[in-house]
């Protein structure tokens, strides 16, 4: 049935895990459709590189070799856009029909489509993709299909997002092992699923988020989604029938990461959950979290069935920042207290992420963070990185208004090449004074520094040398702290089973 209907070719990028197009490649399949997927190059949060000549190659002569009815790029993101542009311009001159979907298509589909793509498809695609299929192949009208967006004799046609499944159960799951995948990365093809010699598995529980953070695209997502589509969670049946498969099909897998941004916390979804995934999975596991929703009696229940790591975004320490720039309403005490609840629950790892040193905050704002940093219940890792300014964020115009770019400045910086946005995510920038209260803050996250650290807030700049030095330890305790962490994981997965 698949091969009569014919073949799709889906591409996620920067991503062998990406859940977008193992999602469509598993609703595609069920209407009778044969998928390949393409992994096109793997996450790099350091040093990533645009494709290179000879991927494009590469991935061309697969496709043509599929000889597909339609391509469908899962744009999640704009800080890849060169390496996405690249391969669309490849498609469309072997006049393939392209159609592109995720977050950033969604929000901006005349990106593409005034770069000659045919069809974009807004938010949830499972549905709309498997109805543009059909209609390709069979040449008919595309006019009735929910969430499309078109051009039409040199005019934007486009369909409201309607037909999303509130309950995503219906969506089942995701391709856990896709079975006509390869993958592209270091001038090579490598045929099969990349993600099954993984150790760690990436699922999710729900979609969207319930917060308004400025610098993120969730909050204009669901501006765009039909009303009561903003957050919606699976079962505990569909979660687990997920991880019981990613448990058969990845044979090293030791650790599960949920990657919802809040873990789900409906009434009686969390004493199911741990109910059973101790009895079927019996594996490490780590949940985001926010500091208004951490609940001690929620953490000490996953605490005993595995819950190993909680990742909470904080931003920064000071109120103005947080309140005023970034959109996020929790206070310092809530901070404070959620920190508290974390250490006290008896999860083994807390890791904590802060946005520093970008226009809007001032040495004394980094001061607050340091201030707060060290009033915080530990032990616990920092992540503390620059912030990027991505498209359709609420912080954009607020950026632009407040003087820091020219609207022509931010074009620059949003859409530059992928080594320079990344390079401005981790730079550290700032003044000698505003450096070492940088580094203060991160040496706070090691008790064996602590006191020297605090011994130097009087006036860092008398102790500057000092600073760098502890800086620099610092920094080798992270990498080995790194290698101390995965080991625990895999011993505690090994005692698990």
């Not at 990533?48 to 043509?64: A, D, Q, Y």
């Not at 311009?89 to 979907?101: H, Q």
């Not at 949920?258 to 490490?284: A, K, Q, S, T």
């Not at 980094?366 to 991505?390: C, I």
Request: aromatic share 10%; hydrophobic share 35%.
């Amino acid at each position: 049935m698949a091969e009569e209907k014919g073949t799709i070719v889906l591409v996620g990028f920067y991503n062998i895990k990406a859940l977008g197009v193992r999602y469509l490649e598993s609703a595609l399949k069920k209407n009778g459709w044969r998928v390949v997927t393409v992994f096109y190059k793997n996450f790099n949060s350091v040093r990533p590189k645009p494709t290179t000549e000879k991927e494009l190659s590469l991935f061309i002569e697969r496709v043509k070799r599929e000889n597909p009815v339609l391509v469908g790029l899962s744009v999640m993101s704009s800080m890849y856009l060169e390496t996405v542009d690249r391969l669309v311009d490849v498609l469309l001159k072997e006049n393939i029909t392209v159609v592109c979907g995720g977050a950033y298509a969604t929000m901006f589909p005349d990106y593409f489509l005034s770069r000659g793509v045919k069809y974009v498809i807004r938010s949830d695609g499972e549905i709309p993709l498997s109805m543009l299929a059909e209609a390709v192949k069979d040449g008919a009208s595309v006019a009735e299909i929910p969430s499309l967006c078109r051009m039409e004799d040199g005019e934007k046609k486009e369909t409201p997002i309607t037909g999303l499944e509130m309950d995503i159960d219906k969506y089942g799951l995701p391709a856990i092992r896709c079975e006509h995948a390869c993958y592209i990365e270091n001038d090579t093809l490598t045929e099969g699923d990349p993600q099954l010699g993984t150790r760690s598995y990436e699922i999710i529980a729900s979609r969207g988020c319930p917060f308004t953070c400025s610098y993120c695209c969730c909050i204009n997502l669901r501006r765009l989604m039909p009303k009561g589509a903003g957050v919606r969670t699976r079962s505990v049946e569909s979660v687990m029938e997920e991880l019981n498969e990613a448990k058969r099909q990845c044979k090293k897998l030791v650790f599960m990461h949920f990657y919802d941004e809040i873990f789900p916390n409906l009434p009686g979804w969390v004493d199911e959950f741990c109910r059973r995934y101790p009895e079927e999975i019996h594996m490490p596991f780590t949940i985001w979290s926010h500091p208004k929703m951490v609940n001690a009696e929620m953490l000490a229940k996953l605490q005993k069935v595995g819950l190993t790591e909680v990742i909470m975004g904080i931003q920064s320490g000071s109120d103005r920042i947080r309140h005023d720039v970034f959109h996020r309403y929790e206070t310092r005490e809530d901070i404070i207290k959620a920190t508290k609840v974390i250490s006290e629950s008896g999860v083994f790892w807390a890791s904590y992420d802060f946005m520093v040193q970008h226009p809007f905050e001032s040495t004394e704002d980094l001061k607050d963070t340091y201030r707060l940093v060290k009033d915080m219940y530990g032990p616990f890792e920092l992540q503390l990185h620059g912030l990027n300014f991505l498209p359709g964020t609420d912080i954009v115009p607020m950026a632009i208004e407040a003087g820091y770019f020219t609207e022509e400045e931010m074009e620059k910086v949003m859409y530059a090449p992928m080594d320079d946005q990344f390079g401005t995510y981790w730079q550290r920038t700032g003044d000698r004074e505003n450096m070492l209260w940088y580094k203060m803050t991160y040496c706070l996250q090691f008790k064996s520094l602590r006191d020297r650290v605090i011994r130097c807030e009087d006036d860092p700049l008398a102790h500057g040398d000092e600073i760098d030095r502890m800086y620099a330890k610092a920094q080798g305790m992270a990498k080995r702290r790194y290698y101390y962490k995965k080991a625990r994981v895999v011993l505690k997965s090994m005692r698990m089973r």
